[in-house]
């Protein structure tokens, strides 16, 4: 029975709450609906994380959930901020019909999710291998265990770059407005599922997917091991450029960062664009006497 809990969890928490989405949009309240639907998958992680739990040190406190919730919080107030002055600037109105937002939903979500990935993954890479905006992506990555509160934790900057690189591939592509919202979604309930500290099995979801399982990699500390996995959502663009990594029969061993990363919100913030003083001299304004 367990097995089969373990088995099935990942994808009947992603089906379920796409099912919840599709009542929100048979009813017109996709929005409310939505949130219920992140509320459902939130509560389902944190008793699965207890039960099934993958690595207890894991669910030892480290000292970061202020941090990471507040850099969940600044994320999301941004996003609202956006949308509101991309309306008032009329950037965001009603979209023409073309020829792909008459295809059906499956398929126009599926060709969301495709040419989203390019840019995420072309961002995510730079990120990984560009020092200046490595800095950035580092907040996400100093973490020392892997839960579901970390899933928001990134630097605004980080998000603003990866928002950037793939929102207008996905305006580009001539799907529906529903569809975005769609791939939106479906990027939030696979977001949050691939940092739950919870035992699952995958078997060849992995290598369609961005599961916990790939995504444990992908936080590893060692640079060759996590520099690797760079999906969002789908490996689609791992596979094509030899970036996938998986091994089933091991685990990572240690994640995290080897630079320095200030404990609280605010110099977490500030790090990226003082990073030679906070690497030389940490939290303190000055050179230790
Ligand atoms: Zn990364
Ligand atoms: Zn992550």
Same mark, same amino acid.
């Given at each position: ?16 709450s796409m099912?919840i989405l599709a009542i929100g949009f048979a009813r017109g309240t996709e929005t409310l609906f939505f949130n219920l639907s992140y509320l459902w998958? *939130? ?27 507040? !850099?969940?919080?600044?994320?999301k107030?941004?996003v609202q901020?956006?949308i509101v =002055?991309?309306l008032?600037?009329?950037?965001i ?17 599926? @060709? ?35 839960? @579901? @509160? ?6 605004? =900057?980080?998000?603003?770059?990866? @928002? ?10 001539? *799907?529906?407005t529903d569809a975005i919202i769609w791939v939106s979604a479906i990027t939030a309930y *696979?977001? %949050? ?21 790939? !995504? ?35 685990? =990572?061993?240690? %994640?995290? *960062? ?18 030679? !003083? ?12």
């Amino acid at each position: 029975m367990t097995y089969l809990v373990k088995c099935c969890l990942w994808p009947f928490l992603l089906l379920s709450s796409m099912i919840i989405l599709a009542i929100g949009f048979a009813r017109g309240t996709e929005t409310l609906f939505f949130n219920l639907s992140y509320l459902w998958i *939130i509560t389902c992680l944190l008793a699965a994380e207890k039960i099934y739990c993958y690595r207890g040190d894991w669910r030892v406190p480290d000292g970061q959930t202020k941090a990471n919730l507040a !850099h969940t919080f600044l994320n999301k107030g941004l996003v609202q901020f956006f949308i509101v =002055v991309f309306l008032a600037l009329g950037w965001i109105a009603p979209r023409e019909a073309t020829l792909l937002s008459t295809w059906p939903m499956a398929l126009q979500i599926a @060709i969301g999710l495709t040419v989203s990935e390019l840019g995420l993954y072309f961002a995510h890479r730079l990120a990984h291998e560009w020092q200046y905006l490595w800095r950035f992506h580092s907040v996400h990555h100093s973490v020392k265990r892997l839960w @579901i @509160i970390n899933t928001g934790r990134f630097h605004f =900057v980080d998000s603003i770059v990866s @928002i950037a690189a793939s929102l207008p591939f996905l305006l580009l592509s001539g *799907i529906s407005t529903d569809a975005i919202i769609w791939v939106s979604a479906i990027t939030a309930y *696979i977001g %949050i599922l691939t940092h739950c500290n919870v035992d699952l099995r995958f078997g060849p979801l992995s290598y369609i997917f961005n599961t916990p399982e790939l !995504h444990r990699w992908h936080h590893s500390i060692e640079p060759s091991i996590g520099n690797t996995n760079y999906g969002e959502n789908l490996m689609l663009w791992d596979h094509i450029f030899k970036t996938f990594y998986l091994k089933k029969s091991e685990h =990572v061993e240690v %994640i995290g *960062i080897e630079e320095h990363m200030p404990s609280s919100f605010i110099h977490q913030l500030k790090m990226p664009f003082q990073w030679n !003083h906070y690497q030389t001299y940490g939290e303190k304004n000055t050179a230790p006497d």
